[in-house]
């Protein structure tokens, strides 16, 4: 049987860029411009906009973009580049910051505005907030919508290009695409699952030098008995739970060319329907946000009361760099298909 698409990911390690930093940068909402909520600003490359049928793909992007901005308050604007590419599904470029976990625990308290966020807390204050719980190091990897979202950084005026992210869609085997499309995997999916990742979903397992710490989301990270699993060992299952004990989704720990911090789809696990964020997807499905929602309302994002799932067509994402960190370092994804 045909296995669909992989949003694989491949780190890109070019120099590690060592900067010096003033803690008074990591102020709360320093030089955030007043805007009303979450604003998602998409840039269209040529590769789209030259496209024949690129009206009806931007089209679903900029749906895909309002859905996050009805659900989402955070007084921010995010930018993403959208580009087409003609291999994979879909792949992003964003950048990752190294800042102390100290620093992100304190914004992430003083930003909590929902239940899932007071659970959340609860388990992540373990009698210290100087030490990441995931592997005890005392710094923690958040990209730089995240670090906005939780008023770590002001503005993206720094930002190279003055994205957060770049986003690749293959709009050759995509539902909504260009001319001679096979409209095998849903566009509005594919574009939401790299939306997500730009705004901080993702994760650092296997990571080495730079990405041995971890991202936001593998604080919620768990073994089926309530304890940690921050492992690249395939016998070794992981759920997201933001108590520990309630599994909400599997992560895919199998290393079988998924992201280690997308859903468990290969196969997908028993009654589990498809879902955005799974690490491969599924020919002629359309899923819709659900569970990839809590994910963001818990790494920082303010989810809106009563938001949820709605019909949608997608989005994707790039990245940039900024000046704020211990240390600065861009993290490439790039999308593989896989059969088998």
Not at 231 to 237: E, G, I
Request: proline content about 6%; hydrophobic content about 35%.
């Amino acid at each position: 049987m045909n296995r669909s698409e992989s949003y694989f990911s491949l780190l890109w390690r070019p120099s590690l860029v060592a900067t010096t930093f003033l803690l008074a940068a990591f102020g709360a909402q320093a030089c955030n411009p007043a805007y009303a909520g979450l604003i998602i600003t998409p840039t269209f490359d040529s590769t789209i906009t030259s496209d024949p049928n690129a009206a009806a793909i931007e089209g679903v992007i900029n749906n895909a973009i309002g859905i996050y901005e009805a659900d989402f308050s955070d007084p921010i604007n995010v930018t993403i580049d959208f580009k087409e590419m003609s291999s994979g599904l879909g792949g992003s470029l964003v950048t990752e910051y190294k800042i102390p976990y100290s620093t992100f625990y304190n914004a992430l308290a003083a930003d909590a505005t929902t239940s899932n966020d007071a659970t959340a807390m609860a388990h992540l204050n373990s009698g210290t907030n100087t030490f990441n719980p995931v592997t005890g190091s005392t710094n923690i990897d958040v990209k730089t919508a995240n670090l906005r979202a939780v008023g770590i950084f002001g503005d993206n005026s720094g930002l190279p290009g003055g994205y957060d992210g770049v986003i690749s869609l293959n709009t050759h085997i995509t539902d909504v695409g260009s001319p001679g499309t096979s409209g095998v995997y849903s566009l509005a999916a594919t574009a939401e699952h790299e939306i997500d990742e730009v705004l901080g979903l993702g994760s650092d397992v296997s990571g080495t030098g730079f990405f041995s710490d971890p991202l936001p989301e593998d604080l919620f990270r768990y073994a089926s008995n309530g304890s940690r699993s921050y492992t690249s060992n395939t016998s070794a299952n992981a759920f997201f739970s933001i108590d520990g004990t309630t599994d909400l989704a599997q992560f895919d720990n199998q290393n079988d060319g998924g992201d280690w911090g997308d859903w468990q789809s290969n196969p997908l696990p028993n009654g589990v329907q498809p879902e955005v964020q799974d690490a491969f997807a599924t020919p002629n499905s359309h899923p819709t946000l659900g569970v990839e929602l809590t994910a963001l309302d818990v790494i920082g994002y303010n989810l809106e009361s009563g938001a949820g799932p709605v019909p949608e067509p997608g989005s994707m994402t790039l990245a940039a760099l900024g000046a704020v960190g211990l240390a600065i370092c861009s993290r490439r994804k790039l999308a593989k298909k896989f059969a088998g």
